[in-house]
């Protein structure tokens, strides 16, 4: 019997060649990382839903039970190894001299140089366990038999917990989430205009010939005061220092306009903050959390040493 690594690869092979059943189109995978937790398959493609995931993963399985013989042989090119194979799957860039070529009975032809098994039912059972994008490629985890058949059983326990929280069951799940991100989408919505509002009514205070918008606040959104500052330090001369206490924690923007080139925001913060907070961000723009208690403190001291800063 083939070793993990080998079965692992295998599985990535069938599960590809499904996809390109599913899809009508031949894919390219970038790479493929085999690791003691699971496995990872980057395939360069614009859009690949979860839909599409579950129909391949369900024809691998249905392979794995049949039994598809694994078959290798090999050619002096790539060019002999296509003309021999016109539907071969290659990964051109990687591949020079010597081809190996791996197929899966009747379902998918690729060159390969690394090892595999001989027949699918070595794969035992085949679970992807994550599809997420990056630009325009996907990277899928997948996880192969003793290992996936322990993964299935804790991720259907992980649901079945989650159905408990949620008062739903298997069949309404989807739907009852569903709601709840409409629900939280919807109140973050809200939650952002009331800010807004909350935040426009704040006067700046002037000194000098600036335009000084401080305050602390509480239950607004930390978006909300993202957005303000950043309208407001368009106005020559302006600072905003504002803060926004949460339940754990307090947010903390300190933003001032880009002209005002003799104000760090970052050396200002970290000196006023010390080890009670953390944060970061451009010269003029700075967003960060302190503890809560100190949130007036914080915004006083940055208030204080910003306005020094600039009657030097």
């Known amino acids: ?14 599960f590809i060649g499904a996809l390109q059943k599913i899809l009508g189109r031949t894919l390219q995978v970038r790479k493929v990382e085999h690791k003691k937790d699971g496995n990872t398959a980057v395939i360069s493609i614009s859009r690949l839903d979860v839909d599409n995931i579950v129909k391949a993963e369900i024809m691998v399985n249905a392979l ?28 051109e860039a990687r591949i020079s001299g010597e081809v190996r070529v791996v197929e899966i009975g009747g379902h998918d032809i690729t060159a390969c140089a690394m090892e595999h098994a001989h027949n699918l039912k070595e794969c035992e059972f085949f679970l992807v366990t994550r599809l997420s994008k990056s630009g325009d490629e996907y990277e899928v985890d997948f996880t192969v038999g003793r290992q996936a058949k322990q993964t299935a059983i804790s991720i259907s326990a992980k649901m079945l917990k989650v159905c408990s929280e949620l008062g739903a069951n298997l069949n309404t799940i989807e739907n009852t989430a569903r709601k709840i991100r ?8 809200n939650l952002k205009m009331l800010s807004k509002d909350r935040l426009q009514s704040t006067e700046p205070t002037k000194r000098d010939g600036m335009s000084v918008y401080n305050g602390v606040f509480s239950a607004l959104s930390n978006e909300a005061l993202q957005e303000f500052a950043g309208e407001k330090i368009l106005e020559p001369g302006t600072i905003v220092i504002v803060s926004n206490i949460g339940s754990d924690s307090a947010y903390f923007v300190f933003a001032r306009n880009e002209a005002m080139s003799d104000l760090d925001c970052n050396h200002i913060f970290r000196e006023a903050v ?13 967003t960060g959390v302190v503890k809560k208690e100190r949130a007036a403190d914080v915004v006083a001291k940055v208030v204080d040493a910003a306005l020094r800063q600039r009657q030097k």
């Not at 019997?1 to 069938?14: G, R």
């Not at 629900?183 to 973050?188: G, V, Y």
């Open 1 to 14: 019997m083939a070793d993990e690594k080998a079965i692992a690869h295998t599985a990535e092979h069938a």
């Open 182 to 189: 409409e629900e939280r989408d919807s109140s973050s919505k």
């Open 64 to 91: 794995i039970q049949e039994g598809r013989e694994v078959t290798m042989r090999t050619y002096s090119s790539l060019e002999e190894a296509r003309n021999a194979n016109p539907s071969l799957r290659a990964n």
């Open 274 to 286: 010390g080890s009670d907070g953390r944060g970061g961000g451009k010269a003029h723009f700075l």
